[in-house]
Each structure stands twice: as C-alpha cells, then as structure tokens.
Nanobody, 115 residues
Framework: QVQLVESGGGLVQAGGSLRLSCVVSENIFNFNSVGWYRQAPGKQRELVARINVGGRTDYADFAKDRFTISRDNGINTVHLQMNGLKSEDTAVYYC?????????WGQGTQGTVSS
C-alpha cells in the first residue's frame, strides 16, 4: 500500500515562504513522477509542480520563479519550496505520485497566506 505523508503547511504572511515535504512509503524511483497539486476553496485541484523519474521538472505558470521542487532520494522525500507567497496561494496542497497508470494521493496539508 503506497502512502504519501505531507508536512510543512501553515500560516504565513504574504511575501513569506513555506517548505512542504512529502515522504513516500517506497522508493520514489518506482514512480513515473512525484509532485504537488493544490486545491483552493471552490476551485478545482491543479498541478503545482512535479518531478519525473529522470529528474525533469514541470511547473504551473504561477509557480515558475517562485516555487522549487526537489527530491531527497535517500529518504524518499519530495520537497516544495514556496517563496514570495501570495494570498491566492492559499490552498490545501496534496502530494501526488503516479505509477503504472495509478494515481496516489496524500491527505493534504493546508497552506494559508495572509495579506
């Protein structure tokens, strides 16, 4: 059973930073990609950033230049460093992993940006 456990959410002022972490229960190289999505109240879940098995990264336009995804292979963890946060970044952030056409999700961590 694949498990994704997020941490690092919280409350921060606009312009501040948050660092999210996702611990995966097995070797992250078993997955096509591991990444982050977010869902704001009343909105659809959307991709934030992901990193594939080869190390290629993809970012949503809003995340470029502000967010950085990285992985720590030794501890099967993927991080999302978020800088220059805006109130519109307030959302529940979900870790996501894809393997053999199956999607796995974490329980989500709340990130709130006060203006």
């Amino acid at each position: 059973q694949v498990q994704l456990v997020e941490s690092g959410g919280g409350l921060v002022q606009a312009g501040g930073s948050l660092r999210l972490s996702c611990v995966v229960s097995e070797n992250i190289f078993n997955f096509n990609s591991v990444g982050w999505y977010r869902q704001a109240p009343g909105k659809q879940r959307e991709l934030v950033a992901r990193i594939n098995v080869g190390g290629r990264t993809d970012y949503a336009d809003f995340a470029k230049d502000r967010f950085t995804i990285s992985r720590d292979n030794g501890i099967n963890t993927v991080h999302l460093q978020m800088n220059g946060l805006k109130s519109e970044d307030t959302a529940v952030y979900y870790c996501h992993a894809n393997k053999l056409s199956r999607d796995y999700w974490g329980q989500g961590t709340q990130g709130t940006v006060s203006s």
